[in-house]
C-alpha cells in the first residue's frame, strides 16, 4: 500500500511539479536515452542525437522525457512547432548548452580555462533567463519563438 502511495505522489508530482525542474528531469531523462542506450558516452553521439530531439519536437511536440512528464513545446502562439522552429530550438539549446561538447567534437580538447569559463557562463546565462520570465523560457527558447507548457491531462 505505501509503494502504490510512492507511485501516486509522483505522478502527481510528474503532472504539478515546478516546470523548470520538469524541464530539466525531461532533458536528462532524453539525454539518457540518446547516450546511455546506444551503451558509451561519446561527443559524436551528442551530433547523432540532434535528430532525436528534431523529429520528436516537430512531429510529436515533446521528446519522450517532456511526455514523460506531462510537458509539451509550442509557438509562443500556441500552436505545434514547425519543422524550421524544432531545428532552430535544437540547434540553439546544442550551442548554448554545450560550447564545450562542441569543441571537443571539433578539436578534440577540452580547451583553454578561458574557453571553459566562457562555456559555463553560456550554458548557466541560457538558463538564468528562465527565472527572469513568468513563461520560464530559456534563450533557446526565444531562438525557436516557443515556449515549454504543462500538458492538459
Same mark, same amino acid.
Do not use: C
Given at each position: 500500500?505505501?509503494?502504490?502511495? #510512492?507511485?501516486? @505522489?509522483?505522478?502527481?508530482?510528474?503532472? @504539478?511539479?515546478?516546470?523548470?525542474? #520538469? #524541464?530539466?528531469?525531461?532533458? %536528462?531523462?532524453?539525454? $539518457?536515452?540518446?547516450?546511455?542506450?546506444?551503451? @558509451?558516452?561519446?561527443?559524436?553521439?551528442?551530433?547523432?542525437?540532434?535528430?532525436?530531439?528534431?523529429?520528436? $519536437?516537430?512531429?510529436?511536440?515533446?521528446?519522450?522525457?517532456?511526455? &514523460?512528464?506531462?510537458?509539451?513545446?509550442? +509557438?509562443?502562439?500556441?500552436?505545434?512547432? *514547425?519543422?524550421?522552429?524544432?531545428?532552430?530550438?535544437? *540547434?540553439?539549446?546544442?550551442?548554448?548548452?554545450?560550447?564545450?561538447? &562542441?569543441?571537443?567534437?571539433?578539436?578534440?580538447?577540452?580547451?583553454?580555462?578561458?574557453?571553459?569559463?566562457? %562555456?559555463?557562463?553560456?550554458?548557466?546565462?541560457?538558463?538564468?533567463?528562465?527565472? +527572469?520570465?513568468?513563461?520560464?523560457?530559456?534563450?533557446?527558447?526565444?531562438? %525557436?519563438? @516557443?515556449?515549454?507548457?504543462?500538458?492538459?491531462?
Amino acid at each position: 500500500m505505501k509503494e502504490n502511495s #510512492r507511485i501516486q @505522489t509522483l505522478i502527481a508530482w510528474a503532472k @504539478t511539479g515546478d516546470i523548470r525542474i #520538469r #524541464r530539466s528531469l525531461a532533458f %536528462s531523462f532524453d539525454v $539518457l536515452i540518446t547516450q546511455l542506450i546506444p551503451g @558509451t558516452i561519446h561527443p559524436t553521439l551528442a551530433l547523432i542525437s540532434l535528430p532525436y530531439f528534431i523529429y520528436f $519536437l516537430a512531429k510529436k511536440g515533446a521528446t519522450p522525457g517532456k511526455q &514523460l512528464l506531462f510537458l509539451k513545446v509550442e +509557438t509562443i502562439e500556441g500552436k505545434p512547432l *514547425m519543422l524550421y522552429q524544432a531545428i532552430a530550438r535544437v *540547434m540553439a539549446q546544442f550551442l548554448f548548452g554545450f560550447p564545450i561538447l &562542441l569543441q571537443y567534437v571539433v578539436s578534440g580538447s577540452l580547451g583553454s580555462p578561458a574557453f571553459l569559463a566562457v %562555456s559555463a557562463l553560456l550554458f548557466v546565462g541560457s538558463h538564468a533567463v528562465a527565472l +527572469t520570465n513568468k513563461q520560464h523560457r530559456t534563450l533557446h527558447d526565444y531562438v %525557436s519563438n @516557443t515556449v515549454v507548457h504543462a500538458r492538459k491531462i
